[in-house]
């Protein structure tokens, strides 16, 4: 009996302990919390030293991070949103949702002169439009792609965040000519899908002969499959950068678990998982360098972006283009 009892003590207390643990919950995209991606890693390498649990929550694509913060509000049960970009950070600066981050600098090799005082970067990389190697005449810019018969697999701007970068490549690189070029490019679109999985994966299957994705995208299958049949095309007009963020939010109950998070993304433990399971580049070049087969990627001439008050300012501008070139 006396046994049974000391048994059932260590087990309350045992209970007791578990509880006690803090739980750092996580809102990020699908594909980063897939068995492929990142985020079982990085679960398992931050709960070492944490003393908490740290639950990531797929909340779908990039830009539907925000969508559900937003209408969420201070009852949200995110302590981080991570995933967001540079296009989205103006917006979600002015919502008041977000609190600032750790004040530590790191020697980041992000290639913008990184100063927000909310957002923490932690990979970046180019958007580009992906094929097979065995493409016959690969355009050499969007006006090529235009006028080609090449049908392209495209992310929806409203929930995606490459979906939005390329509305701003095209603003970028074309200006007042932006709708043109999307009224051209209309019949190349098979379909706008939520998110960048739907979209790479109905590439995969031989839906579309082209998909927006990134310069990155090939070192996937060189790497982890051993396939060099896939590359990015090189536009001549250049390529929009895309930086990924992380933010803390206000209402966190945990806010030094929510710093301590922020900064652990800038440690090797993190950052060394991100090019084989990301498949971008590190915010913070790794200790062992980049990967065999990342210097076979294409390199953009010219790098295109606008700050992030600029694209705040733009979106809806070329939203609305984009929105009357597709229902044409």
């Given at each position: 009996m006396r046994l049974s009892i000391l048994a059932a003590g260590l087990l309350a207390a045992g209970g007791a302990t578990a509880q006690?643990?803090?739980?750092?919950?996580?809102?990020?995209y699908d594909s980063f919390v897939a068995d492929w991606g990142p985020g079982p890693v990085i679960e398992a390498a931050f709960e070492e030293s944490c003393g908490c649990d740290l639950a990531f929550v797929a909340a779908g694509d990039g830009a539907a991070l925000l969508g559900r913060l937003k209408l969420e509000g201070a009852r949200t049960e995110a302590d981080i949103v991570l995933g967001l970009d540079t296009n989205l950070i103006a917006e979600a600066t002015s919502t008041g949702l977000f609190a600032p981050r750790p004040d530590t600098s790191y020697d980041m090799t992000v290639p913008v002169d990184w100063d927000d005082p909310i957002f923490?970067?932690?990979?970046?990389?180019?958007?580009?439009?992906?094929?097979n190697t065995d493409l016959a005449d690969v355009p050499a810019d969007f006006r090529d792609l235009a006028a080609s018969d090449l049908s392209i697999v495209?992310?929806?701007?409203?929930?995606?965040?490459?979906?939005?970068?390329?509305?701003?490549?095209?603003k970028a690189a074309y200006g007042d000519e932006a709708p043109a070029i999307w009224e051209a490019l209309a019949d190349n679109v098979v379909t706008v899908t939520p998110g960048w999985s739907e979209a790479y994966g109905l590439f995969l299957e031989g839906e579309a002969e082209m998909v927006l994705s990134y310069t990155t995208s090939?070192?996937?299958?060189?790497?982890?499959?051993?396939d060099p049949t896939k590359t990015a095309a090189r536009f001549a007009e250049g390529h929009y950068l895309q930086v990924e963020v992380a933010g803390k939010v206000a209402a966190t109950d945990v806010p030094d678990l929510a710093d301590s998070f922020l900064e652990f993304m800038m440690t090797d433990a993190f950052q060394s998982v991100i090019p084989t399971?990301?498949?971008m580049y590190p915010a913070v070049t790794p200790e062992a360098g980049l990967p065999e087969g990342f210097e076979t990627l294409i390199q953009p001439e010219t790098a295109l972006l606008f700050s992030a008050d600029e694209a705040a300012a733009l979106r809806d501008e070329a939203l609305d283009e984009w929105l009357s070139a597709l229902s044409r």
């Open positions: 006690q643990r803090p739980t750092l919950t996580v809102y990020t923490l970067p932690y990979d970046w990389g180019y958007f580009a439009f992906v094929h495209i992310q929806d701007p409203r929930s995606s965040t490459p979906g939005l970068g390329l509305l701003m490549w095209v090939p070192a996937y299958h060189l790497i982890a499959e051993e399971t990301n498949w």
